[in-house]
C-alpha cells in the first residue's frame, strides 16, 4: 500500500531514557527523507516536539492538530507548515486519524495509550482501514504485547485482528511492515454466544 502520511501519536513528556527521544527525533527525519509527512499533536515539546523537529530538520512535511485550549498555553509547535486548531481532543484524534495513511505510536503515556486504543478498536469495527505500528524502542512495549496474547487466549480479543498491528524498534523496519498491510476483515458479532 502506498503511504503518503503517517499519524504518530506520542506525548509531550521524553520519559528517563534518552532513546525514546533520540528515536522520535529519527522518526521524524526517517519519514521526511522517505517524503512522507507527519500528522501529531501539534506540541513543540516532549516525544511530539522531537518527531516534529527530526522532520522538520530534513525538510518535511509536518501537519500538527492541537486542541484550543493547549494553544491557549502557548505548547503549539511554531514551526510546523500546518497547524489545525480543533475543538476538543476527541476532534483531534478524529482529524489525526483523517489525515494518515497509517498510524504509528511511539513510547508514551497515558494519552498516547488511549490515542492507540481508540484507533486500534476503529480498525476492529471497521471505521478504517490503515495498519498501525508500535516502535518498541527499548522494549518499551513488551508487556503490551504479552497482554494482547492473554487478551487472544481469554477469547476478549481474536487473534485476526493483531493483523493490522506491526512491531519494530527502528523507523525502516517499521514502516517496510507497514507498507505489506491488507485491510483485515470487519468484525461481526454473530460469532459471539447470547445468553
Not at 20 to 30: H, N, T, V
Not at 77 to 90: A, C, G, L
Not at 149 to 168: H, S
Amino acid at each position: 500500500m502506498e503511504i503518503k502520511n503517517i499519524t504518530v501519536f506520542c506525548g509531550a513528556r521524553t520519559g528517563t531514557n534518552p532513546l525514546y527521544e533520540e528515536s522520535a527525533f529519527k522518526l521524524g527525519q526517517y519519514l521526511a527523507e522517505q517524503d512522507i509527512g507527519i500528522v501529531y499533536g501539534g506540541g513543540a515539546v516532549g516525544m511530539m516536539g522531537a518527531v516534529a523537529n527530526g522532520a522538520l530538520e530534513r525538510g518535511g512535511r509536518v501537519t500538527g492538530v492541537i486542541p484550543q485550549f493547549l494553544m491557549d498555553r502557548e505548547m503549539a509547535h511554531p514551526d510546523v507548515q500546518r497547524m489545525e486548531i480543533v475543538q476538543s481532543m476527541h476532534k483531534r484524534k478524529e482529524m489525526m486519524e483523517e489525515l494518515g495513511d497509517a498510524v504509528i505510536a511511539l513510547p508514551g503515556g497515558a494519552g498516547t495509550l488511549e490515542e492507540f486504543f481508540e484507533v486500534f478498536t476503529w480498525g476492529q469495527i471497521g471505521l478504517h482501514k490503515k495498519p498501525i505500528g508500535i516502535l518498541n524502542v527499548n522494549n518499551f512495549y513488551d508487556e503490551l504485547l504479552q497482554l494482547f496474547d492473554k487478551l487472544i487466549a481469554e477469547g476478549f480479543l481474536q487473534a485476526k485482528y493483531m493483523e493490522q498491528l506491526f512491531t519494530g524498534k527502528e523507523a525502516g523496519e517499521l514502516l517496510e511492515k507497514l507498507g505489506t498491510f491488507t485491510p483485515v476483515e470487519v468484525r461481526t458479532y454473530n460469532d459471539i454466544k447470547r445468553r
